[in-house]
């Protein structure tokens, strides 16, 4: 029996484990659980998982603490589960090397996309040169991009940030990850620019600028663009 | 009055006595006439065999003096252990006041009740740490001779010619529980004296021949034997009184004693109280206020007299008038006064002529009320001054009497040039005018001195024969002793006047300042306000340093007011405390604690002591006594402001109380009512799906699945609401303010209820030029949610919605607009009110929504309204502060 990709969950609910390993096993992955960060880093070492699904929630251990300890000497993606109102935390992490979030209460098919975003990331793939999601095709190569054939003007930055949500795409981006590699470490507090260029993207690229279907905005996080 | 029925008030006086006694520890006083009848013997006696029945006997202090009897009976006892006081390079030991309150046994014996403490003791005297024993409620049995109780202390001098300084109040012999008195025959005293059993050897003879002489034992025997009987009848009075016994009542008599500051008046007092005590009467102390001033020492004695009358139970009056018979007559018709007593010195014939007649006026204004007429035998003391010295004895100074010589000898110059043309009964008239003016502006002695000099210059200047001080014509001679009497009377006169004018502008200034008081404290808006106003006002009225503590919740505040001037170091703040303890004052000007630097008393009010006044007087010497009553009034006052702010206070929490109590109330109701219905939902439609029929159709199964999913968010949405609903109440909501652009807001909010907007026609009109506006993304998220959330809601399937922003005058608006039927006019405030539901509105909202966002905006600075549009439905309209974002740029990448 051919088994699927290997997945951790970890979250101190007995019921969450449940629902998630029933939803996860039905869609053809194996699925073990922890109910500690203790417990779930020494799964994580011993069995190699292809992706950690991590509460926030945990009694032993902040969340930010296990990442980090992951992350010394683990690049396995991480899909953390948070509330509504630990939007901090969840930045935080996300810029400490966890992959996407999703907020409680959720949906299966959000995680499940969410989580076949993550793990193709993971793998060292060639990246296709043409990207076309939507009227919008993108050249990487000639750096040209036409929407229904027609070639588009943007200003450099403006593609710039294109190319990193390409090279993303699929999977959140935050503030900070997007300021730092667009426009250096010491704009990385300068979101009002966030919210000038997505706008002028968006005026661009999509349909309707005022009801996005790539580009979205995650709130309080950052950034996706969905295709 | 009627002998046979008791007195109402006087039967719960004696209601209240009994009662009071029950907290109190008991007293036993064991009483003799001299040293050695044995009465620290029969006190031991006794408290062994009280301690044999198993009670918990410690002995606070016994002096033995060396005798073996005594010293053998203290075996077995607890001996409390004493404190040493250091004095005069001597180690005194004293009674451990604060070791018998730690022990806290049921019984102490406190030797030798009239001993004076060491300097540094909490208290003066040995009596006041027994009452502080007792107010603990310990008992205490104690040792006393009759000579050391104040008001016999007179009758002993006179009788054994020995003056007696360590003195005990008479209320200790009124407020005993038990009197055991310790009797011993005069012969059989002197026996023991000459067996070496009361002194030693060295002692005995001078004692035999002095105080211990047979007369003067008999004397102070019956003495004893009388204080015992006296007390024994007032027990037995009380108990007739509570067991309504008919007996012989006393009458409701009355007294009264005229207080000066003579050192005399100490034995008037005495005597007042002594009669009172006897007749059962309650009695006044008067000190009738003329025009007239007193000098320091006379204002020393003069409180000193009133402040042991208060000690003795008299209420203090101090009234003013120009003449002391009226004023004292006056005063005992207002106050129903059956007997005056006043006293007469025995003075020079001089002083008696002077004074002699204030006795006559009052005895023949005395009408139908007695007047006892106490004799003195003091010579005038050297700190006295005499009346008639007192004509004499102004405040003026030698400047003055320059002055007015000066003056006399300007006019008399002056006149001596118009003699001519003016003659000189005039120039007399003119001299007598220049005396009123000195009279007025410099005092009495320059004005008498004036008087003096002119008459005699108008003499041997201006009348005839000039230069001599002989007068020719008779007229004259009538002239010129008229013009020296006139001078004279019209001189005092005036000075009188300006003295009482003085008199009355001060007490106008009092009564000024309590007004101020009372009316600025009654301005007073918090307990800061009132506390700065007395603190301000009673700096400025006693010249003195405040200091205020307030207690809280029954224990004194560890520091003072800040406010205060006064500071309090350790020492100081223990006085405070004790005050607080105890309820009463102590301090400087008092007997406890009298090393202190300032004057504590207590704020009382009828309920509790609300803290504690210090106050440290610029000048040295102690209040005289009608700055003793301003302050008392003052106190009095400033405790009610303190104590009514704190009932404000606890009536305002009262009340916030109750309201969110309300408010909770309502919270629980409507919370229930909207989880239950997603709940049972979820419920029903998760049972349904077990059964058969319903797995096995896809439709159903879809349908039912759908209900549990819209369910689960409706539910999410409440407790979403009710989170933020709960940060907004208890301002703990915090913003995360950063520059967004509508549009963005928009669309997330859009997305995130796409299933629910699928069938309706959605239009966003948004300018991309508008500007970034700075609002909290996620918070202004929430407010588009629950917007949209009640347009689905609340209008029917289908119907367009329309979202616009304009930025216009500074403030950015962002509309949503529905075709619903809108919301009635009468109604579009109070949507925003919590737990509001439009009557007859589908069900499927929390009340919360709209009040919560609201509230989300409000933290923005901005407005949420709502109006109704004709041709459409209903329009929510958000405003939101604009200003000038900072600007981008491109990458340098």
Known sequence: ?227 | MDKQRPDPDQLLAAVQRQENNQHRGKLKIFLGMAAGVGKTYAMLESARQVKTSGIDVVVGVVETHGRAETQALLTDLEVLPRRPVEYHNTVLQEMDLDAILNRQPQLVLVDELAHTNAPGSRHIKRYQDVLEILEAGIDVYTTVNVQHFESRTDSVQQITGVQVHETVPDTLIETADRIELVDLSPEDLRRRLAEGKVYTAERVEVAANNFFRLGNLTALREMALRLTAERVDHQLQDYMQVKQIAGPWKSGERLMVAVSPARFSERLIRWTRRMAYNLEASWLAVYVDTARQLNPSEKDGLARNLAMARKLGAEVVIASGENIATALIDLARQRNITQIVIGKPLRSRWDEFLTGSLVDRVIRSSGSIDVYVVTGDEPAQPGQTSQARLVLQTHSNWRHYAYSLAIVTAISLVDYFALAGIGYQAIGLIELFAVLLIAVLLGRGPALLAATLSALSWNYFFIEPRFTFAIYRTQDVILFFLYFGIAAVAGTLTARLREQEKRARTNAERTMALYTLTHELAQALNMDDILKTALSQMSIIFDADIAIILAQEGKLNPAAHPLSTLQLNEKEYSVAAWVFENGKPAGRFTDTLPMATAYYTPLLTPNRTVGVVGLTPHQVSRFSAEQEILLETFIGQVALMIERELLDEAADQAAMLRKSENLYNTLLNSISHEMRTPIATISGAASGLETEQIRLNPESRSVLVQDIRDSAERLNRLVENLLDMSRLESGRLQLRMEWCDAAEVIGVAVKQMEKRLAKRSLLIQHDPLTPLVQMDFVLIEQVLLNLLDNACLYTPAGTPIEIETRLQSGRLEITLTDHGPGVPEDALEQIFEKFYRIPNSPTGGTGLGLSVCRGIVKAHGGQLSAKNIPGAGARFSILLPASNPPPVKESAK
């Open chain 1, 1 to 227: 029996m051919t088994s699927g990709p290997h997945i951790l969950v970890v979250d101190d609910e007995l019921q969450i484990r449940r629902f998630l390993r029933i939803s996860l096993e039905a869609n053809g992955y194996v699925v073990d659980e922890a109910g500690t960060g203790q417990d779930a880093i020494v799964k994580s070492a011993l069995q190699r998982p292809d992706l950690i699904i991590l509460d926030l929630g945990l009694p032993d251990m902040d969340g930010l603490e296990m990442l980090k300890r992951l992350r010394e000497w683990s690049q396995i993606p991480v899909i953390i589960l948070s509330v509504r109102d630990s939007d901090r935390d969840k930045v935080g992490l996300l810029d400490a090397g966890a992959d996407d979030y999703l907020t409680k209460p959720f949906s299966t098919e959000e995680l499940l996309a969410r989580m076949r975003t993550a793990m193709r990331h993971a793998r060292p793939e060639e990246k296709p040169a043409v990207v076309s999601f939507g009227e919008i095709q993108v050249d990487l190569a000639r750096r040209s991009v036409t929407r229904r054939g027609e070639m588009v003007k943007l200003t450099p930055t403006e593609y710039a940030l294109l190319r990193l949500l390409i090279q993303h795409a699929g999977k959140v981006l935050t503030h900070r990850q997007i300021l730092h590699e667009v426009w250096g470490k010491e704009y990385v507090q300068e979101t009002h620019y966030l919210r000038v260029y997505f706008a002028q993207l968006r005026q661009k690229l999509e349909e309707d600028p005022t009801r996005p279907m790539f580009i979205l905005t995650e709130p309080g996080v950052g950034y996706r663009l969905h295709i």
